[in-house]
């Protein structure tokens, strides 16, 4: 897709998810809350807490702060319902009808509406994060350099978080056994993204399986260049577990998606 279609349908979108502006403010207000919540338990864990940490205290709230505001980048949150009912509803019938790459045409329109949904709300959190002064406040990079690196590995994450996902659609073209493997996968990156808790904080027994396994590449290894966990010498490392798993991401996607359109049958008319 040209760069200029995917900048038409970036301001579409951006549009029509603030067509409806009290529902609008009321989802960036209510995720502003959620997002002041959760980085005050870490913050409040920092402060209480007698356990030493390899992590700092602003560190984890930066963190803490990237991760809320970049959530829905996260594949599997804030599903692109139209090309989800697509599926569910046999409307890809449409799609399969036309001489086209369907695995490139869903991987193209997810990537534009998960943009434009996250935006609104990774500025208005980090914004808010940066306002706040305190154990709370989102402090600066930890260098110039890291603000690049983290900017670099976010945008390959991006990529590896739209072909995690594109797994998610892949996995629903199976209408017969229901949507119960796609929602586990979809908490499962949750969960292994550093959204909920940065991956840092955990014990070090697990430090290296939460480094190379695929989810992290989504949110916190950027947030760890950025807050300076990782420096930016690290940055090859990062870019190279995230190219891996995004060609195994890729691969995945493509043959759940082409297994499903070989069995998919729709009926109706």
Request: charged fraction near 15%.
């Amino acid at each position: 897709m040209r760069p200029a279609a995917i900048w038409t349908l970036l301001r579409v979108n951006i549009g029509k998810d603030m067509q409806f502006r009290a529902a609008f403010w009321s989802r960036n207000a209510l995720h502003l809350f959620w997002s002041y919540i959760t980085v005050l338990i870490i913050a409040v864990f920092y402060r209480l807490g007698s356990a030493h940490s390899a992590v700092s205290m602003s560190q984890a709230v930066a963190m803490k702060w990237i991760g809320q505001g970049m959530y829905l980048l996260v594949g599997g949150m804030g599903v692109d319902e139209y090309l989800y009912s697509r599926v569910r509803s046999g409307d890809v019938a449409l799609d399969l009808c036309r001489p086209m790459d369907l695995y490139a045409s869903m991987y193209a329109h997810l990537f534009v509406d998960k943009l434009a949904r996250a935006l609104p709300r990774a500025v208005a959190a980090l914004s808010v994060g940066a306002l706040l002064r305190g154990d709370m406040h989102l402090s600066g990079p930890a260098s110039p350099a890291a603000l690049l690196c983290a900017l670099a590995a976010l945008s390959t994450g991006y990529l590896l978080s739209c072909a995690l996902e594109m797994i998610i659609y892949g996995l629903n073209m199976d209408v017969e056994s229901g949507s119960n493997k796609a929602d586990l996968f979809g908490v499962v990156m949750l969960t292994l993204s550093g959204t909920m808790v940065p991956l840092a904080l955990f014990p070090p027994a697990f430090a290296k399986f939460m480094l190379l396994q695929p989810f992290a590449g989504m949110i916190d290894l950027p947030a760890r260049l950025y807050a300076g966990v990782l420096p930016p010498a690290q940055l090859p490392l990062v870019l190279g577990i995230q190219l891996l798993w995004l060609a195994a991401a890729l691969l995945a996607g493509r043959c759940l998606v082409g297994a499903g359109r070989r069995r998919i049958i729709v009926q109706g008319g």
